[in-house]
């Protein structure tokens, strides 16, 4: 099992443009999410997914689109890009359990929005 | 919503000492509090949890007592080495299943 996939691992923007971060994952995961790390503020949830077709908004949902056609991948549109989203994003996917399966990150998007 | 902090944000310890960060939540309704160690350049792994119905889990160097009246939790690291030099991140669950909010991280140096 490859686990959680994240691509690009890095990528540059200028303001304005918009780009997809994929993430798949090949553990069967029904629950699916984003997150961005920023410097002092821990990982802020984005949206988040309990399976195909289904998506919802996390903390900070502004600016990003998402959609969930299949189970294994669950993309991140940056519709246009803003400085304020330079960021680490990491992609996550667990069982559809409980609150206590076991979250698997991605390794990480670092994006740099200029 | 539920807000999780995190104290202190950075800590030295020498190699062997323990280690000990604390985190507040605000929200009764968290009922799942894991923690996540993030090496430089890393993306953040599980090293431990506990449910609201335990108060202290243990495994091997590394515990986590859990106060449901206070609303804090506590990760502590025993007999430090310098590969527990890391970030670390305590989280709170919130709402339905496997979303979180995190702390803002603790930067631990284990210093030789």
């Known amino acids: 099992n490859a686990g959680v996939t994240q691509t690009p691992k890095f990528q540059v923007l200028k303001t304005g443009q918009s780009m997809t971060l994929q993430c798949a994952q090949d553990m069967n995961h029904e629950y699916m999410s984003w997150y961005r790390q920023d410097p002092g503020m821990g990982l802020r949830l984005i949206h988040y997914?309990?399976?195909?077709?289904?998506?919802d908004q996390g903390e900070v949902p502004n600016g990003y689109n998402v959609s969930r056609s299949t189970t294994e991948d669950f993309p991140l549109r940056l519709l246009s890009a803003a400085p304020s989203q330079t960021s680490v994003y990491f992609c996550?996917?667990?069982?559809?359990?409980?609150?206590?399966?076991?979250?698997?990150f991605g390794s990480g998007t670092q994006l740099s929005v200029l | 919503g539920e807000n999780v902090e995190q104290h202190p944000s950075t800590l030295s310890v020498q190699e062997g000492d323990s280690a000990v960060i604390k985190c507040t939540y605000s929200d009764s309704a968290s009922n799942y509090f894991p923690w996540y160690k993030q090496e430089l350049g890393k993306r953040p792994q599980l090293i431990i949890d506990?449910?609201?119905?335990?108060g202290e889990k243990k495994d091997q160097r590394i515990a986590v007592t859990l106060n449901k009246t206070a609303k804090h939790f506590s990760l502590h690291i025993t007999e430090t080495q310098p590969e527990d030099s890391a970030v670390y991140f305590c989280?709170?669950?919130?709402?339905?299943?496997?979303?979180?909010?995190f702390g803002p991280g603790t930067r631990l140096s284990v210093l030789p």
């Open positions: 506990i449910r609201s119905n335990v």
């Open positions: 989280a709170a669950s919130i709402g339905y299943g496997q979303n979180f909010v």
């Open positions: 996550a996917s667990s069982r559809r359990g409980g609150p206590n399966e076991k979250l698997f």
């Open positions: 997914s309990v399976g195909a077709g289904i998506t």
